[in-house]
């Protein structure tokens, strides 16, 4: 028994959206199981090979106000064997991380980039530089202070000193920051509206990557449509 290309694709969006398990999915439509993992596994790959949800080419012309905004998002992962490599400080989960790089001209993700969930999210920004080395200003959070690399394009609230308190100036210009860096949460709850991504992944970890670009491509699609 075989789907139409229309059930296909709504089997896959289904599984992506609400992350209900392949049994669910097989009584639904009436298939096995593992023709449910194959038909998910040939739409993704489809519309992946498609380049319809691919994100936009980084050779965009800039003007110097113009700026993208970086930040990390976890997703929990089944126990692996290899625990502290995985395992997150903050979550105090095992994790993979996700660095989303946004930016608010063209109103899309330009940069998904995954890494283990022990590494720190200054480690990952340094580890993938040229991606953002080209923009003509960074925003981040405190998380990113040391980053050296781009400092004179890096734009990060200002830090209260111990046992002081910011004078307003700081204060103005931390809530302008903020206000702007507000931006990239939204983009991360968007993601996050796909259940795969909120859940604990259940799937094999190397098919991440492909899904969290994927989805980054969905979302991008929803912002200009």
């Known amino acids: ?24 999915l097989s009584a639904d439509y009436n298939l096995a199981e593992s023709n449910v993992n194959r038909t998910i596994q040939k739409v993704e790959n489809a519309l992946i090979q498609s380049r319809i949800f691919a994100l936009p080419k980084r050779n965009q012309k800039f003007s110097e106000e113009d700026y993208i905004i970086v930040d990390v998002t976890e997703s929990q992962i089944e126990r692996p064997k290899k625990q502290r490599k995985f395992y997150s400080g903050k979550k105090k989960k095992h994790t993979l991380k996700t660095q989303v790089i946004f930016t608010p001209k063209l109103k899309q993700i330009v940069s998904i980039q995954i890494e283990d969930g022990k590494k720190h999210d200054l480690t990952i920004a340094r580890k993938y ?32 000193p111990k046992n002081l308190s910011l004078p307003q100036i700081a204060k103005q210009i931390n809530q302008e920051i903020s206000r702007r860096r507000i931006t990239i949460e939204h983009i991360n709850g968007k993601l996050k509206h796909f ?5 604990r992944y259940r799937n094999r970890r190397k098919r991440f990557g492909l899904r969290m670009n994927l989805i980054a491509g969905m979302v991008n699609w929803m912002l200009v449509n």
């Open 195 to 199: 259940r795969i991504l909120t859940e």
């Open 1 to 24: 028994h075989s789907l139409c290309l229309e059930d296909q694709l709504l089997l896959t969006l289904n599984y992506l959206r609400c992350y209900r398990t392949q049994i669910e």
């Open 129 to 160: 530089l040229k991606e953002m080395v080209t923009y003509p200003c960074i925003m981040a959070d405190l998380a990113y202070k040391g980053f050296h690399q781009i400092k004179s394009k890096l734009l990060i609230p200002i830090k209260k």
